[in-house]
């Protein structure tokens, strides 16, 4: 991110900014959306319970006018079912998110959300990279296009496919019909020397063209690197690790 540089130009008319914006239906203050956490006391060391902070992250992007996003994990009630019930109980205003299980976890997870209210459904793809999920009960595992339309066609929701480093995945995720993909490698934490979101952003962007959402994470931490990614081809960014740290006392 530090790498990007932006140019001055003032050589132009002096009119107001305006940063609210609508990301699949969805209208918010700012294109700014907060990423998925899951096991925030295990993996950050924040002493704060998993439904607390999703209490705490879902209240705040509605009063702030922007999107949660909220987790999943190994824990089917207390890492996806909790958040998702967060999620519809403040007015159904968030996106759910799950881990690429194999179809066991997919439909138990599918099953779980019926009846309740949510604005759309992202699967992070590249937790399927991570060994602990792929070594439980009920694995993650590797998905095609088939795989992700399974779920899209399930759910009736808009699809964000989350994960996509390369124009490969991101047209395998568009041949799905996803609404959206969120260029991500997952922190860094899944493949050691991965290039970094940024970097790959206006390929993918250039590859799936003006008529699918292009969200972005990784390295947010301020407004300069907001702006780096909308003028790069991101519609939006997720910030998460920032959220998470601030709960460690």
Same mark, same amino acid.
């Given at each position: 991110?530090?790498?990007?540089?932006?140019?001055?130009?003032?050589?132009?008319?002096?009119?107001?900014?305006?940063?609210?914006?609508?990301?699949?239906?969805?209208?918010?203050?700012?294109?700014?959306?907060?990423?998925?956490?899951?096991?925030?006391?295990?993996?950050?060391?924040?002493?704060?319970?998993?439904?607390?902070?999703?209490?705490?992250?879902?209240?705040?992007?509605?009063?702030?006018?922007?999107?949660?996003?909220?987790?999943?994990? *190994?824990?089917?009630?207390? $890492?996806?079912?909790?958040? /998702?019930? +967060?999620?519809?109980?403040? %007015?159904?205003?968030? =996106? !759910?998110?799950?881990?690429?299980?194999?179809?066991?976890?997919?439909?138990?997870?599918?099953?779980?959300?019926?009846?309740?209210?949510?604005?759309?459904?992202?699967?992070?793809?590249?937790?399927?990279?991570?060994?602990?999920?792929?070594?439980?009960?009920?694995?993650?595992?590797?998905?095609?296009?088939?795989?992700?339309?399974?779920?899209?066609?399930?759910?009736?929701?808009?699809? *964000?496919?989350?994960?996509? $480093?390369?124009?490969?995945? /991101?047209? +395998?995720?568009?041949?799905? %019909?996803?609404?959206? =993909? !969120?260029?991500?490698?997952?922190?860094?934490?899944?493949?050691?020397?991965?290039?970094?979101?940024?970097?790959?952003?206006?390929?993918?962007?250039?590859?799936?063209?003006?008529?699918?959402?292009?969200?972005?994470?990784?390295?947010?931490?301020?407004?300069?690197?907001?702006?780096?990614?909308?003028?790069?081809?991101?519609?939006?960014?997720?910030?998460?690790?920032?959220?998470?740290?601030?709960?460690?006392?």
């Amino acid at each position: 991110m530090q790498k990007v540089r932006i140019n001055m130009d003032v050589l132009c008319d002096d009119e107001k900014i305006f940063a609210d914006t609508e990301i699949l239906g969805m209208k918010m203050s700012m294109p700014v959306m907060i990423a998925p956490i899951a096991g925030i006391r295990n993996n950050y060391g924040a002493d704060i319970s998993d439904h607390d902070y999703v209490c705490n992250t879902v209240a705040a992007a509605e009063k702030t006018g922007i999107r949660a996003f909220t987790g999943d994990g *190994i824990n089917m009630d207390s $890492m996806f079912l909790d958040p /998702a019930r +967060v999620i519809d109980q403040n %007015g159904g205003k968030g =996106i !759910v998110t799950m881990k690429p299980w194999v179809k066991e976890g997919i439909d138990a997870r599918i099953n779980g959300l019926n009846g309740l209210h949510y604005e759309a459904v992202a699967m992070d793809v590249d937790a399927a990279g991570l060994p602990l999920l792929r070594a439980g009960n009920v694995p993650v595992e590797n998905k095609n296009a088939e795989k992700l339309e399974y779920v899209r066609k399930a759910l009736g929701r808009p699809f *964000i496919v989350k994960g996509v $480093m390369s124009v490969h995945a /991101a047209l +395998v995720a568009k041949e799905a %019909g996803a609404a959206a =993909i !969120v260029v991500s490698n997952h922190g860094g934490r899944v493949l050691d020397d991965c290039m970094s979101t940024i970097e790959v952003l206006p390929e993918i962007r250039k590859a799936v063209g003006n008529d699918m959402t292009v969200l972005l994470d990784g390295g947010i931490r301020s407004g300069m690197d907001v702006f780096k990614a909308l003028a790069l081809g991101a519609d939006g960014v997720l910030v998460g690790r920032p959220f998470a740290l601030a709960c460690v006392k």
